[in-house]
């Protein structure tokens, strides 16, 4: 099934690509937001943090 119309000087989606792309682009949405999320956390530092300590300060 094709779903792009391809030039030497320009692509365009064709019908069902266009409405492929509409009944997806919900999904992918979710998906940028699920891997937006992920990226927040790894950002976020955590765990425990041991200093040594000083006998004389």
Not at 11 to 21: D, P, Q
Not at 28 to 39: Q, V, Y
């Amino acid at each position: 099934m094709r779903l792009i119309e391809r030039t030497t000087r320009r692509m365009s989606l064709n019908g069902a690509g266009e409405r492929l792309f509409n009944r997806t682009l919900p999904a992918l949405a979710d998906l940028e937001s699920a891997l937006d999320g992920i990226e927040e956390d790894q950002d976020t530092l955590s765990g425990t943090l041991r200093t040594p300590k000083n006998k004389r300060l």
